[in-house]
């Protein structure tokens, strides 16, 4: 069994990038992708605590990409962490979310909510800051019942401290994927709100011209109907098939690392898949 889409406290997971390696091993699985967005911070820890228990785990990341009105999120697999291109831009995403974050705190407070942007520090671990540690601080303080109503209410696209980040364009995140060795994969494609097979098929071939590679096919929040369209769609291409469950530790009622909500159970054969395409890829 194998999990190919992980977040750690480097971005908004609850575990740090040992505890979770350390989960994995216990659960039994043989490779794990670590994939914070828009962060490799978490991959150095991550690495080695892999070879001290003896799991394998792959340096990855998850990239917000420019895209609307649904969300775009680019995995790369097998990245360089010491490439100087990617390092830069994610500094600048790094900066992007410095100068994002005071806005969402200021809108909050313009609502009447009481919140400091040391609490939201506090609440997310000392890694990068996101909306999920801002809907855990509304959550703590009981101005929302839920992490769910947090989001609806006050932090999603278009709700009232809803503050726009910069983002790099689909081409730009999988270029600079490519550049760091990185395999470009396309994560939960549901996410994109597309209308229909014809629709994501023109995407896909469009990314494809850029340097896309695969695309995430198995993943919790995907339909039966979905996954098979995405597999279809892979075949067709000759895309990479990846999957994983976008384990954060918290919310998503009885989501567990491996396996989902039970269903999921993806076999090593995904990992020697991108690992051929690497071999491929250095020639
Ligand atoms: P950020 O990095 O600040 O843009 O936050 C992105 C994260 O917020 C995602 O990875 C999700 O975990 C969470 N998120 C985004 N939109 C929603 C939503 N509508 N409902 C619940 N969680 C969301
Ligand atoms: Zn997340
Ligand atoms: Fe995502
Ligand atoms: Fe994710």
Redesign the pocket.
Known sequence: MVDLHLHTTAS?GVMTPSELVNYAKKKGLLAIAITD?DTIEGLEEGLAEGEKVGLEVIPGLEI?AEHSPGSMHLLGFFIDIYHPLLRERLQYLQKARAERNPKIAKKLNSLGIDITLDEVLRASGGGQI???HFAQVLLEKGYVQSF?EA?DRFL?KGAPAYVE?MRFSAEESIHFINEANGIAVLAHPNTLQLNGYSELEDLVVQLMGKGLRGIEVYYPEHSAAEVSQYKTLAERYGLLITGGTDY?GIEKNGLDIGVGRGEMKLPYSIVEGLKAARRQSSF
């Open positions: 908004d967005h917000s996101g909306r999920p769910q989001f999603k980040k954060h």
